[in-house]
């Protein structure tokens, strides 16, 4: 716009939009982004420039991050995308991209599942567009859902510097609207958390002293609709003072008798002087749009809904996040010098991973036995087992007292073939076993399974719940870790969340966090249980994918429980390539 360069042919409202924005639109869909940021220009917008991909025959999204990333007058970069050609390629330069301007991502095309295998868990749940919300998290790509949501979030990340923390305090002159604010900030929500500011005992008297005997300085801080324009000025100040205070959200409204639109110049006066964000909701019937439109050409970020408001909060705190996990990173690489980039270190592990498949009993086709094999020669425990086949006359062939031999009673007796992966489902388990019983339940399954080895174990005890660690390889993006409940109701939980490989014991960290039953490491009913080495099993599994690299096609350790101070993989279920 600012170089009136223009080669879109249909209507787009270029009138409207804001000649000095910095923010640059690339976007799969002309349409799209055209009625969007049309829409968005009638309450202030500022483009850099306008990029429509078409078909992406000769030039693509790598070739616009890549040119944005050098352009001196944007500050925030946003896409709408339908497909990732290039996805690791484009990850990787956006991550590099994140560690100085914003990178938001509308995808598109979130129902469309990549993954059509239903041989494990894995499969079933890592649909592409969880892979691609735990990648892009992963590398630092701030991801929004709707194109009201990609205009919200790259005009805050243009205009308003990064929230220094999360606390919230809400100033409003309209009671309900500020308990309004403060339900949509206290929501648990999957992107960064809100809380609502403790106010300082001195920036209450502030407030006292600048308004009413009756005024409600908790937060939220109500000055109610008899407030003047003087007494938000004064207010705005007090927040802005108290080190308690993060981020505020201004409820102005114009309707009462003592507020004039000079309270525009004050909100803007205050957001180019405050090192804390401020944004602004208001409500003025036919007139909200011009309003906020004279906030943003002010330069203040506003809103017409509370919702909206509070979610462009959440966008400052979710930056903040992101710049400083790469910081940290920065700084653990600085203070080990003798550290290597995962991908570059020659793994311990090849020769005797060349070993292991060459022993299979199938050819290419693991059994559990041998995927437990695997899984622990990565220093992740499985319980002490031993893989039986039985004679033709099983009854009279086994000497089970033998097999047996320093392995702990109770015993688990499971069908050990790769081509059962469910054997809850077909009955072929059988728990609790003493030593008396189990010659006669090992007959049983034995019978029920001709020809197939029987795996007996030690029953690991355990307390708490059980999760799953899987890998699966997505179509685009490659190796996938997942980390969520688990058991047989892996499916019906659904609660995962989903990195690339290869994963830190950091990433790890942080995908356990997002999981609805996190709260379980927070010595949820007395349950001890170790959230870093959960962490640090994950790490090892996702060591295991680069290892073995494109010859693995999914992993399932489910479940994998907490027993006796280590995490214990129960089952684990392994698919090479071309045996899925």
Known sequence: PDENIDTIFVEHGDSSLDRDGKIACIVQSGSMGVE????????????????????????????????????????????????????????????????????????????????????????????????ISGAFKQFGIQRVYDDEEFCDATKVLSMLPGAPGNRVAVLTGAGGYGVMCTDFIEKQVTRAPLVMAPIGDETKKKIREATFSFTSCENPVDITASADDGMFSKCLDALIDDNNVDIIICIAFFSPPGISVNLIDIIAEKTQSSSKPILVFTKYGPFTDNSIKYLFQAGVVGYPSIGRAVRAARILVEREIIKQRFKQVAENHANNKKSTKLSKIKSLQFDQISLWMSGLLNQGRPDEFEAKQLVSMYGICVPEGKRIIPDIDFDNGIDLDVEIDGIQPPYVLKVCSPDIFHKTEEMGVILDNGRDGVKQNFIELAGRFKDQPILLEHQSPFMGPEFIIGIFRDPVLGHAIMVGAGGILTEVYKDTAFRLVPCSVNEALQMIDELMMSPVFQNFRGMALDKKKLAQTIAKVSRLACDIGDQLSQLDINPIVYSNGHWVALDVKLVLDGND
Do not use: W
Request: charged fraction near 25%.
């Open 36 to 131: 969007a940021l049309g829409y968005a220009s009638n309450t202030g917008y500022g483009m850099r420039a306008f990029v429509g991909l078409g078909n992406k025959c000769d030039l693509d999204e790598m070739d616009f991050l890549e040119y944005f990333d050098k352009d001196g007058k944007t500050n925030c970069i946003g896409f709408y995308l339908e497909n990732i050609e290039k996805g690791r390629e484009f990850l990787k330069a956006a991550k590099e991209v994140t560690h100085k301007k914003p990178v938001v991502v509308l995808k598109a095309g979130r129902t469309v599942t990549a993954a059509q295998a239903v041989s494990s868990h894995t499969g079933k749940l890592a649909g592409s567009d969880n892979v």
